[in-house]
Nanobody
Framework: QVQLVESGGGLVQPGGSLRLSCAAS????????MGWYRQAPGKQRELVAT???????NYAGSVKGRFTISRDNAKNTVYLQMNSLKLGDTAVYYC?????????WGQGTQVTVSS
């Protein structure tokens, strides 16, 4: 069993930056994929970015060039650096870790971009 705890969310002005962290209670070194998803009010949860165990990265088109995902297996943590934030980035951000036979989600952290 793996528990995920996200942190780093908050209120930021347009153009600002935030760094989200997702700390896992267990080892993530054998995870297949780690990722960040988000869900805005009234919308479905959508992929933001994923990173595989081998380091392959995928970004949603809407965040490419602005967000950076990274993982630190030694610290069992995945990060999401978010720069040039826009109003449309406002959402609850969820961390996801996928193993060969299981899938885990964090509780979410609120990111609000507002002037």
């Amino acid at each position: 069993q793996v528990q995920l705890v996200e942190s780093g969310g908050g209120l930021v002005q347009p153009g600002g930056s935030l760094r989200l962290s997702c700390a896992a209670s267990g080892s993530i070194s054998r995870s297949l994929v780690m990722g960040w998803y988000r869900q805005a009010p009234g919308k479905q949860r959508e992929l933001v970015a994923t990173i595989t165990r081998s380091g392959m990265i995928n970004y949603a088109g809407s965040v490419k060039g602005r967000f950076t995902i990274s993982r630190d297996n030694a610290k069992n943590t995945v990060y999401l650096q978010m720069n040039s934030l826009k109003l449309g980035d406002t959402a609850v951000y969820y961390c996801n870790v996928r193993f060969p036979l299981s899938d885990y989600w964090g509780q979410g952290t609120q990111v609000t971009v507002s002037s």
